[in-house]
């Protein structure tokens, strides 16, 4: 994967970004203006990165399906619950015959007052693996991004 995804946890606010080229072969441009940015519902989104028709196939049927879910339920999900709509689908997607070849990213602002963290982000891989981080990247970046935000991550970011 030679396209790159990241996110950061700050104290009171997630950032989510994204290289806009696609890549293939390791040297080819095939696209220099792709969006790998969903919006999951109004106070969470979702970056992905994998095979190009996996990733906009399965973002958008994540995200449509959490609209659904709040049109019929009168609730918005949280990003947690979002998170784990989102790896729960990657990992029984893994267990048929259309499996989905994508990394993802989920963040957001919870609007609980009971949260702890406000601010959570999430990194969830192509096998439904998800774990909570302060700094998560996927893609070509991940070796520098991991890096330096393990090093220079602060707490009151």
Aim: charged letters at 20%; hydrophobic letters at 45%; glycine letters at 8%.
């Amino acid at each position: 994967m030679v396209e790159s995804i990241i996110g950061i946890r700050g104290k009171d606010f997630v950032l989510l970004a994204q290289d806009a080229n696609t890549t293939k072969y390791g040297i080819l441009n095939m696209k220099f203006d792709t969006n790998r940015l969903f919006k999951l519902s109004e106070h969470c989104a979702m970056l992905a990165a994998g095979e190009p028709g996996d990733v906009v196939q399965f973002a958008e049927y994540v995200g449509k399906n959490i609209q659904l879910y709040k049109m019929i339920n009168g609730i918005e999900l949280s990003p947690y619950a979002c998170a784990n709509f989102t790896r729960h689908e990657m990992a029984t997607s893994l267990r048929s015959r259309n499996s989905f070849l994508a990394n993802v990213i989920v963040g957001g602002f919870s609007t609980n007052e009971r949260d702890q963290e406000r601010a959570q982000l999430y990194s969830i891989d192509y096998l439904g693996a998800m774990i909570s981080a302060n700094v998560v990247a996927h893609g070509f970046c991940q070796f520098f991004a991991l890096a330096i935000g393990d090093r220079l991550w602060k707490e009151d970011l």
